[in-house]
């Protein structure tokens, strides 16, 4: 099982990016997929959770109504689009997958069985 984050990069307050996830040695449209963040001198945040079958679909209350979860089943990739940022988005962002637990559960520690290396946004203001 593998997991591969991209497409980060700088962009300027306002701006867009969207974020791509391609999965491996399992199907991603089986399992719940979810999008982390931690800033620096931060904890992680769960910010956003595409459930197995695309049943169900959670954001954190900070990305809501600008960020947008995604997959492609054809292509095992999950999307997450992102408008309107924000300084405070400056993160690295992880994508995992939890074999058991589901998204909405997303705060738990015990969160994410598999996880993707890491990309970093900066967003400048």
């Known amino acids: 099982v593998q997991l591969q984050a991209y497409g980060g990069g700088l962009v300027q307050a306002g701006g867009s990016l969207r974020l791509s996830c391609a999965a491996s040695g399992f199907s991603s449209y089986n399992f719940p997929v979810a999008w982390f963040r931690q800033a620096p001198g931060k904890e992680r945040e769960g910010i956003s959770c595409?459930?197995?079958?695309?049943?169900?679909?959670v954001y954190a209350d900070s990305v809501k109504g600008r960020f947008t979860i995604s997959r492609d089943h054809a292509k095992n990739m999950v999307y997450l689009q992102m408008n309107s940022l924000k300084p405070e988005d400056t993160a690295v962002y992880y994508c995992?997958?939890?074999?058991?637990?589901?998204?909405?559960?997303?705060?738990?520690?015990?969160?994410?069985?598999?996880w993707g290396q890491g990309t970093l946004v900066t967003v400048s203001s």
């Open positions: 995992a997958t939890d074999f058991e637990l589901r998204c909405a559960v997303l705060a738990t520690s015990r969160w994410g069985d598999y």
């Open positions: 595409i459930s197995s079958r695309a049943g169900s679909i």
